[in-house]
């Protein structure tokens, strides 16, 4: 069965070069390069830590670029959830895909949050130094009483020591098993930035996070639905992702965290199903450079840049792998989404 479908992607391929499909072999010569760099990262990973992934160290390593990204993140937390200023204090946070600081972390700490704990999957390499001067910076930008309560929570003048009590920071777990904790209803936020585009159970994941989440507990996710670059950084079609093959995207997936191509209806259709109060925000589109300020609930087909986006999609959306092609035009330019939602109280 697998020999018949490599077979079918060669004379594919084949028929490419024939008819001067350059796009297409682009495509098929970096989902080769994918594969490859996926193996390679995997044996290096297996030679230097045993299971636990070592994830590169994330692109934005610049201080400032960095307090500027959590200030973005946190900022988009509170403005767009109703009575944000209570969201926090008092409450039991959980960070999932901390990343490789603590800085969103710290920002509840610093509006009052009762405990955070932030777990990752992978354990993404830190580079200490910056990450206390990171803190030092963070800390200087807040008053007299947030700065105490960063203070009692985390020590970074000479090593970084932690408040368990406070903040607690976990690698190595998944959102997907989360179970591991081995605690429900445990928690009243849980909020992620950039993460759950890169988790491969989706299902399981949400299973987890509502198990673990109080009634009337919100969960905020911010979601990249964007091809993360694969293909896009090389100018191709923002939607090329979505015409490769399943078992290429599987392979490929297996060992490089490339997006799931989960798209906005699967997470309308999950809230639906977990019976949430929800609200799903556009953050943008696909062509367009900026984020929309601010995100929005719905489209308007007559506005220039979503006509140009659609436009956009209007050519290729035959080209993509079902069930893509099927796809409502609205939901396929979608590139990016701030989902809020609420457990219902029992
Ligand atoms: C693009 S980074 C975003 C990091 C951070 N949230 C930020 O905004 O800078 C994605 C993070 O998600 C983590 N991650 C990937 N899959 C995960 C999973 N299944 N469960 C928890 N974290 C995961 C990665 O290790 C990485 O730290």
Same mark, same amino acid.
């Given at each position: ?7 079918k ?5 084949? #028929?490419?070069i024939?008819?001067n499909e350059?796009? %297409?072999? @682009?495509k098929y ?8 760099k996926g193996?390679?990262l %995997? ?6 830590r ?10 934005? +390593? ?6 500027n ?7 988009? +937390?509170?403005? +767009?959830?109703?009575n944000?200023?209570d969201?926090f ?17 710290l920002?509840? @700490?610093s ?6 704990l932030t777990i990752?999957?992978?354990y ?5 130094k910056?990450?206390? %001067?990171?803190?030092d ?5 807040l008053?007299k009483?947030?700065?105490k309560?960063?203070?009692n929570?985390?020590n970074?003048?000479n090593e $970084?020591?932690? #408040?368990?009590?406070?903040?607690n920071?976990?690698?190595?777990v998944?959102?997907e /098993? &989360? ?10 936020v849980?909020?992620? #930035?950039?993460v759950l ?5 989706l ?16 969960? $905020?996710?911010?979601i990249d639905l ?14 090329t992702? &979505?015409?490769?093959?399943?078992l290429?995207y599987? $392979? ?5 965290n490339?997006? /799931? ?5 699967? +997470?309308?259709?999950?809230?639906v199903e ?15 450079q900026?984020e929309f300020?601010?995100?929005?609930? /719905?489209?308007n ?14 050519n290729f959306?035959?080209?993509?792998k079902m ?13 990016g989404?701030?989902?809020?939602a ?5």
């Amino acid at each position: 069965m697998k020999q018949k479908i490599f077979v079918k992607y060669i004379s594919e391929l084949i #028929n490419c070069i024939k008819v001067n499909e350059f796009h %297409t072999i @682009i495509k098929y010569i970096l989902c080769i390069c994918f594969i490859l760099k996926g193996l390679i990262l %995997t044996i290096n990973y297996k030679l230097k830590r045993g299971r636990v992934k070592y994830h590169q160290i994330l692109n934005h +390593y610049n201080i400032d670029a960095t307090i500027n990204h959590i200030n973005r993140v946190y900022e988009d +937390y509170i403005k +767009y959830i109703p009575n944000s200023t209570d969201l926090f204090r008092d409450k039991r946070i959980l960070e999932i895909g901390t990343g490789d600081n603590l800085g969103i972390a710290l920002k509840f @700490i610093s509006q009052e949050a009762e405990f955070v704990l932030t777990i990752d999957k992978y354990y993404i390499i830190r580079e200490r130094k910056k990450e206390q %001067t990171l803190y030092d910076k963070l800390k200087r930008d807040l008053n007299k009483k947030q700065q105490k309560l960063i203070e009692n929570t985390i020590n970074f003048e000479n090593e $970084i020591q932690l #408040n368990k009590k406070k903040l607690n920071y976990i690698y190595g777990v998944g959102v997907e /098993n &989360l179970n591991f904790l081995n605690i429900d209803k445990a928690f009243d936020v849980i909020v992620s #930035n950039a993460v759950l585009e890169h988790v491969d159970d989706l299902d399981k994941a949400f299973l987890e996070m509502d198990k673990i989440l109080k009634p009337g507990g919100w969960m $905020i996710h911010r979601i990249d639905l964007r091809d993360h670059e694969m293909f896009s950084g090389v100018k191709l079609h923002p939607l090329t992702f &979505l015409t490769v093959p399943h078992l290429i995207y599987k $392979i490929i997936r297996k060992n490089l965290n490339t997006p /799931n191509r989960k798209l906005i209806d699967y +997470y309308r259709n999950k809230m639906v199903e977990i019976n949430y109060d929800y609200k799903i925000l556009i953050t943008s589109i696909i062509g367009m450079q900026e984020e929309f300020t601010p995100f929005r609930e /719905n489209l308007n087909s007559n506005e220039k840049k979503v006509k140009n986006s659609l436009k956009l999609l209007e050519n290729f959306q035959n080209r993509l792998k079902m069930p893509f092609k099927m796809k409502n035009k609205h939901d396929l330019i979608i590139s990016g989404i701030f989902l809020i939602a609420k457990k219902k109280l029992l």
